[in-house]
């Protein structure tokens, strides 16, 4: 079972950066079946929700100060999930990690995600 983020890397303020976080093995035959989010944490800093997507893709959820410029889409017959970060700031350098839940929990709670991946890392330069 395995989660690779990619994508992250160092740019300046009001770049744009897609993350790319591929699934594999066993437990995501079915990658259709989890819900997938994006969290981040910054140095010094607790790990926070960036944003989560329904199973099919239909729903949604972002934090609310990131809505506008966070946009998470999933590609479920590539076992991928996105996240496109337009308008980049400093404050959002980061470590930013994807997880798998199945169903039941919160989508915000990192506590009720079961699969995680080794994060990328966003550095934004001012």
């Known amino acids: 079972v395995q989660l690779q983020a990619s994508g992250g890397g160092l740019v300046q303020a009001g770049d744009s950066l897609r993350l790319s976080c591929a699934a594999s093995g066993r437990a995501f035959s079915y990658f259709s079946y989890y819900t997938m989010g994006w969290f981040r944490q910054a140095p010094g800093k607790e790990r926070e929700f960036v944003a989560a997507i329904s199973q099919s893709g239909r729903s949604t959820y972002y934090v609310d100060f990131m809505k506008g410029r966070f946009t998470i889409s999933r590609d479920n017959a590539k076992n991928t999930v996105y996240l496109q970060m337009n308008s980049l700031k400093p404050e959002d350098t980061a470590v930013y990690y994807c997880?798998?839940?199945?169903?039941?929990?919160?989508?915000?709670?990192?506590?009720?995600?079961?699969?995680w991946g080794q994060g990328t890392l966003v550095t934004v330069s001012s």
């Open positions: 997880a798998a839940k199945g169903n039941g929990g919160s989508y915000y709670s990192d506590n009720d995600y079961n699969y």
